[in-house]
């Protein structure tokens, strides 16, 4: 059973091991085992901070068996889901796609936004089958790119 916990604050530390595990994992998936990236400050402690304290977002711990899974960060003025991190234990369980129809039960139907890298095509495929559409693409200054991603309605 899933489970989505409001974080605080005190959770700040757990959330940057959830993120810093599912960025250099899923980095490491695609560039080889000893590669590691992620947002500045991924690894740090204040990216957490920063998502933590952000009053326009709004961020869960996913709960799954008693553990914790990852986490889940959106936006609710814009509907765009910030950060979808699970710890890669319970990577390929289902455990995405429960979080993702928990929280439109919690939200209802709406038109939800979404980024991710351009080389994660497990992101890609993963999104698409719950129904997000790639439309368009950013760059940023360091070379990389992401997609973005806006779910379809029906």
């Known amino acids: 059973m899933i489970e989505l916990i409001e974080a605080t604050i005190e959770e700040q530390e757990k959330i940057t091991e959830i993120m810093t595990a599912s960025f250099n994992y899923d980095t490491a998936f695609y560039f080889g085992k000893d590669a590691t990236d ?3 400050g991924y690894s740090d402690g204040s990216l957490a901070t920063k998502i933590l304290t952000d009053s326009t977002s709004q961020t869960w711990l996913i709960s799954y068996q008693g ?3 990852g986490f889940l960060t959106i936006d609710s003025q814009k509907w765009e889901v910030q950060y979808f ?3 890669p234990l319970f990577i390929n369980q289902g455990l995405g796609t429960k979080t993702c129809k928990k929280i439109e039960e919690h939200f209802g139907h709406r038109p939800w936004f979404l980024e991710t890298p351009a080389y994660s095509t497990r992101n890609h495929a993963f999104y698409e089958k719950l129904d997000f559409a ?8 360091n070379g990389s790119k992401s997609f973005l991603y806006e779910k379809i309605r029906r």
């Open 38 to 40: 992620g947002p500045e």
């Open 67 to 69: 553990e914790i899974a």
């Open 85 to 87: 991190c699970l710890v």
């Open 134 to 141: 790639k439309v368009g693409e950013k760059e940023y200054p």
